[in-house]
Nanobody, 120 residues
Framework: VQLQASGGGLVQAGGSLRLSCAASGSISNINAMGWYRQAPGKQRELVAAVTKGGSTNYADSVKGRFTISRDNAKNTVYLQMNSLKPEDTAVYYC???????????????WGQGTQVTVSS
């Protein structure tokens, strides 16, 4: 299973970015998908997550500014980030809880990370 993230970049404060992450491979089912971020010198933290059924969960710091969504047919998760702030600067990682064909157990998989930089 591979997760390919894209959409990061440099943006001014108040701007917007949209991240995408597509999962590929021998995938039977994807349960939760989410986005995490890690700023320099800080621990990785959950930004937002979405279940297969569409239930969402957000970090308090991004509520009202970020929106997570997914396309189950494309095994893709998106993160629309609006009203970006300098403190949103971090490497963003996508995550998926995946069951592969022929297996019962599910495992966590991670994308390679995409840099988001917000200038003041």
């Amino acid at each position: 299973v591979q997760l390919q993230a894209s959409g990061g970049g440099l943006v001014q404060a108040g701007g917007s970015l949209r991240l995408s992450c597509a999962a590929s491979g021998s995938i039977s089912n994807i349960n939760a998908m989410g986005w995490y971020r890690q700023a320099p010198g800080k621990q990785r933290e959950l930004v937002a997550a979405v279940t297969k059924g569409g239930s969402t969960n957000y970090a308090d710091s991004v509520k009202g500014r970020f929106t997570i969504s997914r396309d189950n047919a494309k095994n893709t998760v998106y993160l629309q980030m609006n009203s970006l702030k300098p403190e949103d600067t971090a490497v963003y990682y996508c995550n998926a809880d995946v069951t592969m064909f022929g297996f019962i157990r599910h495992n966590d998989y991670w994308g390679q990370g995409t840099q988001v930089t917000v200038s003041s």
